[in-house]
């Protein structure tokens, strides 16, 4: 997998380099690329926010730097980049190359299937969920287009559906600053989910959410710390049992504190049965 990332603050991401995603790095099974903006602003003040027609607070972000930035990424030109040979217009020299020439737009001419996906962070956007998760760790190339929160001339987003297939996606009811961080939230939920990346396939099928329901509860040695003990059938070597007990504490923490996941959940006989127990108090 390929993912791009454009953003006014690039040092914002350099945690997509650490940790599980530096590994996967390493393994190459993922592939990074960081893009300024601000490389695509044309004035001297490297300009890339106006503001809004119609009035109001804030900036919006110009189209004007927007639409040459992915119209770049998407074809694999942007600057240090070195993509799959594949990729369409790799020897197109770039339009700032040649002087005098006004930029041309990247035209697209690929399936829709073939377009890469554009995920845009933003609060307005459809909540995203594991379920998407799942479905975006297919993809073969990403990219993401950081905006700040007064958001990005909605002609960019119009605009784009042409070169990729777009989606708006927020992480959560509440404001940030800009759609980083939330890209790294989304990058990571992603790529753990890439064949070989976290080596062990039962953890991801175990997930919280995996089959709608909250993970219960976890322990390791020592069984007694701290004058605690650890739960006394996960000691008793009965796997049935064990397996019994926490499907029911997955059961009593969705229940206690995401209820209307359950409304969506597979729940058989016995499920239904120990949540009407807890529904009446015993
Ligand atoms: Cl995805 N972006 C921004 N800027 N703010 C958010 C968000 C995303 N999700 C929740 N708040």
Not at 23 to 36: C, F, P, S, T
Not at 68 to 74: M, R
Request: aromatic share 6%; glycine share 8%.
């Amino acid at each position: 997998m390929r993912l791009d990332v454009i953003t006014i603050f690039p040092e914002y991401l350099d945690p997509l380099r650490h940790a599980l995603l530096g590994k996967a790095i390493e393994r190459g099974a993922l592939q990074v690329g960081v893009h300024d903006l601000r490389s695509w602003a044309t004035d001297v003040h490297k300009s890339v926010d106006d503001s809004p027609f119609g009035g109001g607070p804030g900036m919006v972000m110009k189209p004007e730097v927007w639409g040459p930035a992915l119209d770049d990424v998407a074809a694999g030109r942007a600057e240090g980049q070195e993509l799959e040979s594949s990729l369409p217009h790799l020897n197109k020299p770039r339009h700032d190359d040649i002087e005098g020439v006004a930029p041309t737009p990247y035209v697209e001419s690929r399936p829709e299937e073939d377009k890469p996906l554009l995920i845009v962070p933003t609060p307005t956007g459809k909540p995203f969920t594991q379920a998407d998760a799942r479905e975006f760790a297919a993809e073969e190339h990403i990219v993401f287009a950081c905006g700040r929160y007064e958001g990005i001339d909605q002609r960019v987003i119009d605009d784009a559906a042409r070169t990729y297939r777009v989606r708006e996606v927020s992480i959560g009811d509440y404001v940030l600053i800009g759609g980083e961080v939330a890209v790294l939230v989304i990058a990571e939920a992603v790529v753990r989910l890439i064949p070989g990346v976290l080596g062990n396939k039962r953890s991801h099928e175990e997930d919280s959410f995996s089959d709608g329901l909250l993970e219960g509860p976890s322990y390791t040695k020592p069984r007694q710390w701290r004058g605690l003990e650890v739960p006394e059938v996960l000691t008793s070597g009965n796997h049935a049992l064990v397996d019994r007990w926490r499907r029911e504490q997955s059961l009593k923490r969705t229940f206690e504190r995401r209820p209307e996941l359950l409304a969506k959940a597979e729940l058989d006989a016995q499920d239904k049965a120990y949540l009407e127990e807890l529904d009446n108090g015993d």
